[in-house]
């Protein structure tokens, strides 16, 4: 299920009243339990104040406009260290990162993000800096190296 455009507007106005990004909102069902799953981002990190904080100021607006005819579970969080890169803002955020991006041609490339256009990204590796179109990309994610 998906949440209504005017709802993830009014999420994204509260989410931004606190200096943070909203990243994303997704509505898995885990465990028989549907959840509305938003992610924060800044650029200095999210800690677990701040997540409860935005949980709180959501609350009442959940409340009132009711996302889901069942219950579900809310939950704020920060898409973490190792987060899949979606949209043009996404590859943005993650510039001097290190990305693992799998291409349509099912090959895959790994380096650190070091500029997105509207047309595509360059990432730089030990095969010197690749560009790469989003319509060759299938799948971006950013990664740690432990």
């Not at 949440?3 to 994204?12: G, R, Y």
């Not at 990243?23 to 509305?36: H, R, V």
């Not at 895959?108 to 595509?120: D, M, P, Q, R, Y």
Request: proline share 3%.
């Amino acid at each position: 299920m998906k949440i209504s455009q005017e709802l993830a507007k009014q999420i994204q106005q509260i989410v931004e009243s606190t200096d943070c990004i909203l990243y994303d909102i997704t509505t898995p069902i885990e465990n028989n339990q549907q959840i509305l799953r938003v992610s924060i981002y800044h650029k200095n990190g999210i800690t677990l104040d701040k997540c409860e904080e935005i949980s709180t100021l959501l609350s009442p607006l959940l409340d009132v406009e009711d996302p889901f005819v069942q219950d579900y579970m809310l939950e704020v969080s920060s898409p973490g260290v190792e987060r899949q890169l979606k949209n043009l803002k996404h590859y943005q955020y993650a510039v001097g990162e290190r990305v693992r991006i799998r291409l349509n041609d099912k090959t895959e490339c790994k380096g650190e993000l070091i500029n997105v256009t509207e047309e595509g990204i360059e990432v730089k590796n030990n095969k010197g800096i690749q560009k790469i179109s989003f319509s060759e990309i299938y799948k971006t994610f950013t990664y740690f190296e432990w």
